[in-house]
């Protein structure tokens, strides 16, 4: 699977580091929340930190632009679902929450897409199992807050033409 667009569901903390790491590793990534002042304070933290990473010097000025570019924004999980590779929830930690999200991923996501929880105690398998594609779900936590600069090295760089 060539993985081109992640979808990061949740803009909270968690969900808005996520979405940083994603797009400064080179890939399109989709942040939503359905609450639009955590999805308008998720997205200006990420342009905080991207600016905040020029003036140390850690990130270039067309790096951070670049990477700006490839982030958007949504209002809808299934839309979400739709465009994106790889869905990554990052909501709280409430298991009906997650396996409500996981349903909606199930039935609204491409049927190669990887879904993704970033939950650091809830049973994964619980939550495949609400889909018909256990197979495709996967654990993914992230240490709080999000390492910047060290989550590149974890995420594999897309494939350019």
Not at 7 to 22: E, F, K, L, P
Not at 66 to 78: D, F, K, W, Y
Request: hydrophobic share 45%; net charge negative; aromatic share 6%.
């Amino acid at each position: 699977m060539d993985v081109k667009t992640i979808g990061v569901i949740g803009a909270g903390t968690m969900g808005r580091g996520i979405a940083y790491a994603a797009a400064l590793g080179g890939y399109r990534t989709i942040l939503e929340d359905v609450m639009p002042e955590m999805l308008a304070k998720g997205v200006a933290w990420i342009c905080e930190s991207f600016d905040e990473g020029v003036k140390r010097g850690k990130v270039g000025a067309a790096v951070r632009d670049a990477a700006l570019a490839r982030i958007e924004t949504s209002s809808s999980v299934e839309d979400v679902c739709r465009k994106a590779d790889f869905l990554i929830e990052a909501v709280p930690e409430e298991m009906e929450l997650k396996l409500e999200l996981f349903t909606l991923f199930d039935k609204f996501a491409k049927p190669d897409a990887v879904l993704a929880s970033n939950t650091s105690s809830l049973s994964i398998a619980e939550m495949a199992e609400m889909t018909y594609r256990p197979e495709l779900c996967v654990g993914m936590h992230f240490f709080n807050p999000v390492p910047k600069m060290r989550l590149i090295e974890i995420v594999r760089a897309p494939k350019t033409s």
